[in-house]
């Protein structure tokens, strides 16, 4: 089984691509947690950032990043 982690900030773009996400990956498979930085999750920034993440939305499969699209940098993400 597959681990991977969902980071987002909670912008219009990262929502879309939450739900799109939560409806592709087969939870069979994958083990699969959303991090929401925007809801108590910002202590987990430093982790993201030690995976490779440099925006949001972001998917890390196995240790691996996948940038999904441009909702925000991490930058933005940090400094609110």
């Not at 920034?45 to 993440?53: H, L, M, T």
Request: charged share 20%; with cysteine; hydrophobic share 40%.
């Amino acid at each position: 089984m597959s681990n991977a982690i969902f980071y987002h900030a909670g912008c219009p773009v990262c929502v879309s691509a939450e739900s799109q996400i939560l409806e592709i990956i087969d939870r069979r498979k994958v083990d699969l947690e959303v991090v929401h930085f925007g809801e108590g999750q910002a202590n987990r920034i430093r982790e993201a950032e030690a995976y490779g993440v440099k925006s949001v939305p972001a998917l890390v499969i196995d240790g691996q990043v996948l940038h999904i699209n441009f909702g925000a940098s991490m930058d933005d993400v940090k400094n609110g």
